[in-house]
């Protein structure tokens, strides 16, 4: 992990080598981001980007990790063990876009409710079910 | 002298109550035991409390000064389901807060009655084609008075309240279940 891996505070990583990347964003002197602020995902339609802010109390910085995953197998390793802010993120995430954090200790839906909604509804594919007596549908 | 002994011994006769004076001393008034029971439910309902969204800041003003639901009986508002009679649905339920809202309902002892307030709970309201919200709590509770409104005026609940007075007394009259 060096400096030259960040562009425009933006650090690409992949869900093999993120846990490790994580940890050294937390815990090496030079970057030290104690705080994780926001977990958010985009659907790309054949992948998913999984977003992470950080943010440095004592380096006054930000950080975006970006990590890409295939739509095929939308699953990740939880960083909740180094934030604990992950634990609700990475649940709205899960609820939302059907991406599953492997290690969660918490894994139950966060807003959805106890048996899930039974679709994403932040996926591209989702579509609202329209309102009753409208044309066209939706 | 016999017309003063006859003034003295009115003199002490107790005063007539403003209902006797209404009726004469020697009236019955003829009834039932469920209507009896049924006047004395329906003016003392004890609402749960049991706000959702914006609604219940208006639930909250009737039960304040301003607009005193004191006035007919219904200010004893819960905190407990297990002392609560009318459950009044004030907002927007998702189908997350559902599991819990019709947990309340079933936790309140019998007699019981639901209020649907405002759009939300009558039908969805502007979140209808929504994939988190109820559209309509009668999809999952028995409803007994819907009350129009996003979110309806005090007056409105006060009068959802009076309707729903109607609709148990007319049944206790019939000899129904209310």
């Not at chain 1, 977990?39 to 999984?50: N, P, Q, S």
């Not at chain 2, 107790?14 to 004076?21: D, E, F, M, R, V």
């Not at chain 2, 639930?59 to 004893?76: I, N, P, Q, S, W």
């Not at chain 2, 019981?112 to 405002?118: D, E, T």
Request: proline letters at 9%.
């Amino acid at each position: 992990m060096n400096e030259e891996r960040i562009v425009n505070g933006e650090l690409t990583s992949s869900p093999g080598t993120l846990l490790q990347d994580m940890r050294t964003l937390r815990d090496q002197a030079e970057f030290a981001f104690n705080r994780l602020l926001d977990v958010t995902a985009v659907d790309r339609g054949d992948a998913f980007e999984v977003l992470y802010r950080l943010n440095s109390w004592t380096m006054d910085r930000d950080l975006v990790v970006r990590v890409t995953l295939p739509a095929a197998e939308p699953r990740l390793p939880s960083v909740a063990g180094l934030w604990e802010t992950a634990l609700f993120g990475e649940r709205e995430v899960q609820d939302m876009f059907g991406i599953e954090f492997t290690g969660h200790p918490d894994p139950r839906p966060l807003l959805a409710p106890e048996e899930g909604f039974g679709f994403f509804p932040l996926r591209k594919s989702y579509q609202l079910p329209g309102r009753p007596g409208q044309s066209d549908g939706r | 002298m016999e017309v003063n002994t006859e003034k003295q011994s009115q003199q002490d006769l107790p005063a007539l109550s403003p209902l006797a004076q209404l009726l004469g001393t020697d009236s019955v008034i003829l009834t039932t035991v469920e209507q009896v029971l049924g006047w004395a439910q329906t003016h003392s309902f004890w609402p749960l409390t049991s706000g959702l969204a914006c609604c219940a800041l208006e639930m909250m003003a009737t039960g304040a000064g301003r607009f005193d639901l004191a006035r007919f009986g219904y200010e004893v508002f819960r905190p407990s389901p297990r002392h609560a009679d009318v459950l009044i649905v004030a907002g927007t339920l998702t189908w997350k807060m559902a599991p819990p809202l019709v947990r309340l309902y079933e936790q309140m002892p019998e007699n019981k009655w639901v209020i649907a307030m405002g759009s939300c709970a009558i039908g969805g309201g502007p979140f209808v084609d929504s994939y988190s919200v109820v559209p309509g709590v009668d999809k999952l509770l028995p409803v007994d008075v819907y009350i129009p409104g996003c979110p309806p005026r005090p007056e409105a609940l006060i009068h959802g309240m009076l309707t729903l007075k109607e609709k148990v007394m007319a049944a206790k009259k019939r000899g129904g279940k209310p």
